[in-house]
Every structure is written in structure tokens, then in C-alpha cells.
């Protein structure tokens, strides 16, 4: 089974400043997805990134990018240029490629981006 | 449009009581989940069911079922509520086939409170 560990329960980055959500997971996978997802207050998940581990170029979407390190089972987010609109639970997730494609969680990261 | 939808959003019961909430999809795919997301903001996947087959996480209470009318539906039955079934419950739906990956669409969420 895969586990899904964010060890940062909050953080908290000033307004355009840069931050940096950390994620580890453990599996005995060699090809799976990793995603960061986003959940302001009203609740909507919303995917911000993925990356699929055979590929080693770090994803980046606009603000966001990530380092992923598979050796060491690594997947931090990086936020650039905070913008208050970023204020949300931050999920990592982990999915195995296969008929199922369930997403594991883990525990979440509520960042606060302080004006 | 919206994409996947749920109803109710809210949801007030008392112990004992068998519930259901529906989810519609309008994007053509062929999967649907359901996840839990418990008070401390905790997701974990309860079911993933296509046309072919059900895979249910081996922690969910027999009492929770999902059932399908057709592919643009998964509805959640949940029976006996006990006070632990209080939660946020999130219908996901994706596009399966192919060997890799399709992003998971999420619906609103419906916050369950069991009295």
C-alpha cells in the first residue's frame, strides 16, 4: 500500500514572497502519477500539478512548480510570487496507474498568505 | 455547466437514519469515486466503479454502498448512520483507459452531520 506523508500541518508566507510545501510518500511502484491539490474554503478540490515519475523534468504550471526527487521519494511544491487567492489546504496525492486510479492523500498543509 | 455535481450540499440526519446523496457527472467518463474527507480535513478514497468493476477500500463499513443507474451516476447509500459517518463525502469522476493518466474532476463536496 502507498502512503502519502506532509509533515508541515501550517504555513504561512507573505504576500509575493516564495513558499515551499514539502510531501514524501513511500511505494514500491515504479511508474505512478504525483499531484498537488488545492482546497480554498469553499471546499473545491482543484488539481494546481502533476508529475509522472518516469519523467524527470520537474513540472511547472504558471506560479507553481515542483521538485521531484525520486530517489529519496520526494515531491515538494514550490508557490513563487504568493498572491492572496493561494490561501488553502494544500494535498499531495500519489495514484498507481491500473484499473482502480484511486488518488492517496496525505494529511494536508493549510497555508495562510499573510497581506 | 457544471461538471460533476452533488446533491444535497448539506446534509442534517439523525443516528439511525439510511441517507442518500447523488452525484452527476456531464463530462463522458466512464469512472466515478467517492472520498471521505473526515473533521481533520483527512481524504481517503471509498470507492472507484466503472462499467466493468467495483473496487471498494477495505475500510469502508458495509453500510455504505455505491450504486450506478447508468454511467453519469454514482449515488452513495449509506445505512444505519452512526455519528463517525459525520463528513464531508466528494463524488470524483475521470476518463479511464489508455495505461495512464486522466485527471480526476471533483464535485462540490456534500457535508454530512449525523446528529
Known amino acids: 500500500a502507498q502512503t502519502v506523508t506532509q509533515s508541515q500541518p501550517e504555513m504561512s508566507v507573505q504576500e509575493a514572497e516564495t513558499v515551499t510545501l514539502s510531501c514524501t510518500y513511500d511505494?514500491?511502484?515504479?511508474?505512478?502519477?504525483l499531484f498537488w491539490y488545492k482546497q480554498p474554503p469553499s471546499r473545491q478540490m482543484i488539481l494546481v500539478i502533476r508529475?509522472?515519475?518516469?519523467?524527470?523534468q520537474n513540472a511547472t504550471e504558471n506560479r507553481f512548480s515542483v521538485n521531484f526527487q525520486k530517489a529519496a521519494k520526494s515531491f515538494s511544491l514550490k508557490i513563487s510570487d504568493s498572491q492572496l487567492g493561494d490561501t488553502a489546504m494544500y494535498f499531495c496525492?500519489?495514484?498507481?496507474?491500473?484499473?482502480?486510479?484511486?488518488?492517496?492523500f496525505g494529511s494536508g498543509t493549510q497555508l495562510t498568505v499573510l497581506p | 455547466d457544471t461538471a460533476v455535481s452533488q446533491t444535497p450540499k448539506y446534509l442534517v440526519t439523525q443516528m439511525g437514519n439510511d441517507k442518500s446523496i447523488k452525484c452527476e457527472q456531464n463530462?463522458?467518463?466512464?469512472?466515478m469515486y467517492w472520498y471521505k474527507q473526515d473533521s481533520k480535513k483527512f481524504l481517503k478514497i471509498m470507492f472507484s466503479?466503472?462499467?466493468?468493476?467495483?473496487?471498494i477500500n477495505e475500510t469502508v463499513p458495509n453500510r455504505f454502498s455505491p450504486k450506478s443507474p447508468d454511467k453519469a451516476h454514482l449515488n452513495l447509500h449509506i445505512n444505519s448512520l452512526e455519528l463517525g459517518d459525520s463528513a464531508v463525502y466528494f463524488c470524483?469522476?475521470?476518463?479511464?483507459?489508455?495505461?495512464?493518466?486522466?485527471?480526476?474532476?471533483f464535485g462540490p463536496g456534500t457535508r454530512l452531520t449525523v446528529l
Open positions: 470524483a469522476s475521470s476518463q479511464a483507459g489508455g495505461g495512464g493518466y486522466n485527471e480526476q474532476f
Open positions: 511505494t514500491s511502484e515504479s511508474n505512478y502519477y
Open positions: 508529475q509522472e515519475a518516469y519523467k524527470q
Open positions: 496525492a500519489f495514484m498507481k496507474p491500473g484499473s482502480a486510479r484511486q488518488l492517496t
Open positions: 463530462l463522458g467518463h466512464d469512472t
Open positions: 466503479y466503472n462499467n466493468k468493476e467495483l473496487i
